[in-house]
């Protein structure tokens, strides 16, 4: 737990608008785009508790999680990024 907080503390995360509820359910897809409803449970809070939640939610494996987050993060994701 104390490394995960030291390198927390290397690059401390704003709170953003996340939507807290990540699932299936919850995305819908018009074709082009997308969008994401039922914000009820959204809030401030580290954008990344989303990403977590969704590779829960879809029971991504690891490959599949590093997948995942390069084309969220638009590069390959590392221990800071």
Known sequence: MEEIEKTLRLSPIP???SH????????LFDG????LVDWVK?????PFMDLANASVFFNL????I???LENYL????????
């Open 61 to 64: 494996d690891e490959q599949q």
């Open 20 to 27: 807290l509820d990540l699932h299936s359910l919850n995305i």
């Open 74 to 81: 638009g590069h390959p994701p590392s221990q800071l990024h």
């Open 32 to 35: 082009n785009q997308f969008i």
């Open 15 to 17: 709170s953003t608008p």
């Open 42 to 46: 959204g809030g401030m809070c580290d």
């Open 66 to 68: 590093e997948v995942f």
